[in-house]
């Protein structure tokens, strides 16, 4: 089995800039795509971030010029560099992990707070 371990998130004045890394633990055969989410209260968890097994990228659209994904394949981890960061930018983050045959493994979640 797989399990992803978040780390990087924190309190950030606005402006300012993350890194939030994942990393995978356990063998990870057939993977598809790696992906960063996010979830406001009351509402389902939003696609921030992927990347997939072809290093293909795509990003929400507020994000886009801000953020970038990349992969550590070596390592098995995923990063969310976070740059010129807002309060709208404030949410509980999630690893993602998806593999070739639809299987799904999620991470337990880093708060992201910027403020002031």
């Known amino acids: 089995q797989v399990t992803l371990v978040e780390s990087g998130g924190g309190l950030v004045q606005p402006g300012g800039s993350l890194r939030l890394s994942c990393a995978a633990s356990?063998?990870?055969?057939?993977?598809?795509?790696l992906g960063w989410y996010r979830q406001a209260p009351g509402k389902e968890r939003e696609l921030v971030a992927s990347?997939?097994?072809?290093?293909?990228?795509n990003y929400l659209d507020s994000v886009k010029g801000r953020f970038t994904i990349s992969r550590d394949n070596a390592q098995d981890t995923v990063y969310l560099q976070m740059t010129s960061l807002k309060p709208e930018d404030t949410f509980v983050y999630y690893c993602?992990?998806?593999?070739?045959?639809?299987?799904?493994?999620w991470g337990q979640g880093t708060q992201v707070t910027v403020s002031s």
């Open positions: 993602k992990l998806t593999t070739i045959g639809g299987h799904e493994y």
């Open positions: 356990g063998t990870v055969f057939g993977l598809a795509a």
């Open positions: 990347i997939t097994r072809g290093q293909s990228t």
